[in-house]
């Protein structure tokens, strides 16, 4: 295997360069790291009338390192081991009991401030980052709620486009611990983690305050921790088979749940979606009286062209079109999710049902290219190319496989894949197989990832054992597949991708150097 370090202090290395030392000695402290936490804290997807018609946005990526500050740092661990002691976020019990009661506690936190609430299967965190950074350009001051995190547990709870400082995280956490442990003593189950944390945005988005929170639903709808709150505006992204145990086996049966956090009198943005989740959906939207914005209807993608760095768009919104609209996202899903995001803006501003005139251009461009969302077909490095992307199941991988082939055309591609063991890796790796050349199977540092020899035996399956090479640290896998890309010169357009679990790409990040 190649000796070719890994990567430089800041992440990318020219050919001839060398890095710095010890890759595989960060893996370790990674590792170590993560085995003290719960493995779900580094991972954890007609209406009644239809609408016809700088806090500034964020800077960086918004994937926080760890404290430099040791006490800091040590009292952060506290919290993420206090949170691991919890239930993780794939035990639930489906009931908002916990989170009403926490909410009375706390005097409705939740009720401060108008919200926008996002589900769906795929492309709900991308959504609500591009909802954020076009509230934020209005001088809206937002409070973000996504899950989950890349690399950082404060990725979570973000104000003004930014994930709060560890200390205020510490602070949030410590102030609303003796009212959790209320609801824990009287309660059949004590908080889940994931309770716990929703708990914890409401409460510092009320003390912020902030004028509008994007929140992002982390499992479900109907009874998902955050559906405590009345989203003004309720958005509902690709729906598609996920967590099936729990969600149900079909679409259909998938939407019936998610429709659970569309609200009386709401507005319901709904993007393109499977026959028998748009009918769920929309005979919910009749049954609590929502006005409904549909894509391909009221709002869309007009066009779209490959751009350097991303995608210059055509929106249709609620108000008219936006032209020349840069995002510097890759892929057709990111449009898709873009138009999304536009229309729940302009029916949040009452766009449509108050009024017809479009929001400012300028405004809305110089918000759409300041967007990111790390982890999704994000290049960490060149020579060669490295690419993340998060998806995690059949859905995911198909729009990932599109869009890497649009934005990218490498010549020769090698995959890296580590997957969770609750996940359909079987249509996931099928979805992949076209476009890897070959695949290095690994696996991450939590107990929910699947086991490597397993893994490698549904890629055999899928890809044949010649294309196929087994890594069980990912250290060695990232260092496997680059010296695959590199190995014969006229493979000079190669790349890497790294995808298959929120936590493989996290980690990956880590060790390539951008955390």
Known sequence: MSERPLNDENGDLEPGETGTPGAADRFEEIVDAETDRDPDLAVIEAGSRTLRTQGGPPQGDGVPARPEDPEVDRALREVEAELAGRWGETKLDPSLVRMEALMDILGQPQRAYPAIHITGTNGKTSTARMIEALLGAFDLRTGRYTSPHVQSVTERISLDGAPIPAERFIETYRDIKPYVEMVDEREDFRMSFFEVITGMAFAAFADAPVDVAVVEVGMGGTWDATNVVDGTVAVVTPIALDHTDRLGSTPGDIATEKAGIVKSGATVVLSQQPVDAAQVLLKHAVEVDATVAREGMEFGVVGREVAVGGQLLTLRGLGGEYEEVFLPLYGAHQAHNAAVALAAVEAFFGI??????????????????????????????????????????PAGARVTADGITEAFGFSRLIGVVGTSADKDVRGLLEAFEPIFAEVVVTRNSTPRAMDVDELAGVAVEVFGAER?????????????????????SEYSGAGVLVTGSVITVGEARLLLGRG
């Open 352 to 393: 449509g049902s108050q009024h017809a005139r479009p929001l400012d251009i300028d405004v809305v461009r110089r918000a759409f290219a300041a967007v990111t969302s790390p982890g999704r077909l994000e290049v960490v490095r060149r020579s060669p190319t490295v690419v993340l992307d998060a998806a995690h199941n």
């Open 468 to 488: 196929v090479q087994v890594e069980p640290r990912l250290d060695d896998a990232l260092e496997a597949a680059i010296t695959l890309a590199e190995e014969e």
